[in-house]
């Protein structure tokens, strides 16, 4: 279940340029204000040693929802806390910005443990975490694997099962990927 902290602010009316706070607003103009909005979120995201994994934005020009999902590489992850500080200090600046028009709703969200891994970045993100791996075909008999994910290496996904078993499955192989839970 991801982590979150929801930010909501009413703000007064500021300027974007191009965009104007229409309500239909081309696709051009969401494209360059999700690009806006994603550079302003990644610098912020970065100085707190943090990474972004996802930005989404939604809704209309009256009522914006703008998810961000981040994490930490490594086991540890992110923690209430680290979502609390990114809304703060992301829809502080968004505030100042004047990025959006009318009122919007900011959330900050770990992208959590049951979102599949699908990228490269996904891997290396999540090396250190215990996952489960599923195969499209079985390996030595077996299609499913649980263990520590130790990294991704030429194109080949490397799950310590335990002290002695290291298994090496082909990134063309993996069915689907996700953290371990543990229920």
């Known amino acids: 279940m991801p982590t979150f902290f929801i930010w909501s602010k009413s703000v007064g009316p500021g300027s974007f340029p191009g965009c104007g706070g229409e309500a239909g607003m081309n696709g051009t103009r969401h ?3 999700l690009n806006d909005l994603r550079a302003v979120a990644e610098e912020i995201v970065t100085d707190a ?36 500080r990114i809304s703060h200090v992301l829809g502080e600046a968004l505030d100042d910005d004047e990025l959006f028009r009318n009122s919007y709703v900011l959330e900050v969200s770990s992208p959590g443990t049951d979102r599949p891994m699908r990228t490269a970045d996904d891997y290396r993100r999540n090396t250190g975490r215990k ?3 599923t195969t499209s075909e079985p390996i030595g008999g ?19 099962e335990d ?9 063309d192989s993996v069915e689907s990927a996700r953290q371990d839970v543990g229920f």
């Open 49 to 84: 040693g943090l990474e972004l994994v996802e930005l989404s934005l939604r809704g209309s020009s009256r009522r914006r929802l703008l998810r961000v999902d981040i994490d930490r590489v490594g086991p540890r992850g992110v923690n209430l806390e680290d979502c609390q």
């Open 31 to 33: 494209e360059e204000l």
């Open 163 to 171: 002290v002695d078993n290291r298994v090496e499955i082909a990134i």
């Open 142 to 160: 077996r299609r499913r694997f649980v263990g520590v994910l130790r990294g991704l290496v030429e194109g080949r996904v490397l799950v310590e």
């Open 131 to 133: 996952i489960v791996v």
